[in-house]
């Protein structure tokens, strides 16, 4: 099967500019789930979709969202763009395995606010 | 909210000394995951533990899940270049958010 695919890769923004990331999960995983990777606060989740509707959400302010598709891809918007708002975000593709869900993760996109 | 926390943050071994890493939870876990980050890479799931006091063992590699199941560890066994990264542990918070600890980056010097 092929991996969890994110696009873009990389990206640069501005201050105050929204974007929009995808990611595919592997065919056949219903769950995606969201999260964003800093040096200074390591690997925060934003939130989990499970046949298009949001399981779960972290602590994060409204500017980040995102949706899910019939076909389980996912998407997560940020708005008003902010310099903190560096940083890598991964995408998890998940499989229910015994008592909890393996997460397989995406290559991530980064993005740098400038 | 839970907590995870992982010690040490760095270590620096030489290739062929022991490793370890500690994960503790402020609450319990149904069950604990570990999972590898290499330099410039993502994390990849290595295993998971369920029950209490479980010990799994992957090569080199032993993890152990607490009697209380509120701690684990990972032990890796002569360590090689291989094994450089950042190891995770991860625990499942409420609902399905998985709440990972800041990690322990290893690097091991030939």
């Known amino acids: 099967k092929a991996g969890v695919t994110q696009t873009p890769r990389y990206l640069i923004k501005t201050r105050g500019q929204q974007v929009t990331l995808s990611c595919s999960p592997i065919?056949?995983?219903?769950?995606v789930s969201w999260y964003q990777q800093t040096p200074g606060q390591g690997l925060q989740f934003l939130f989990e979709?499970?046949?298009?509707?949001?399981?779960n959400k972290g602590n994060f302010p409204g500017r980040f969202s995102g949706r899910q598709f019939s076909n389980s891809r996912s998407e997560m918007n940020v708005s008003t763009l902010e310099l903190g708002d560096s940083a890598l975000y991964l995408c998890?593709?998940?499989?229910?395995?015994?008592?909890?869900?393996?997460?397989?993760f995406g290559p991530g996109t980064r993005l740098t606010v400038l | 909210g839970q907590q995870v926390m992982q010690i040490p943050q760095y270590q620096h071994v030489q290739e062929g000394e022991d490793f370890t890493t500690y994960c503790n939870s402020s609450t319990t876990l149904s069950n604990i995951q570990w999972y590898k980050q290499r330099p410039g890479g993502h994390p990849v799931f290595l295993i998971q533990?369920?029950?209490?006091?479980e010990v799994k063992k992957q090569k080199r590699l032993t993890f152990q899940f607490g009697e209380a199941k509120k701690n684990s560890s990972l032990h890796i066994t002569a360590t090689q270049t291989t094994d450089v990264g950042t190891y995770f542990c991860a625990g499942f918070g409420a609902g399905y958010a998985l709440n990972f600890g800041k990690g322990t980056s290893l690097l091991v010097t030939p």
């Open positions: 065919s056949g995983h219903r769950s």
């Open positions: 533990l369920v029950k209490s006091g």
């Open positions: 998890a593709s998940n499989y229910r395995q015994g008592a909890g869900d393996t997460q397989y």
């Open positions: 979709y499970f046949s298009e509707t949001q399981r």
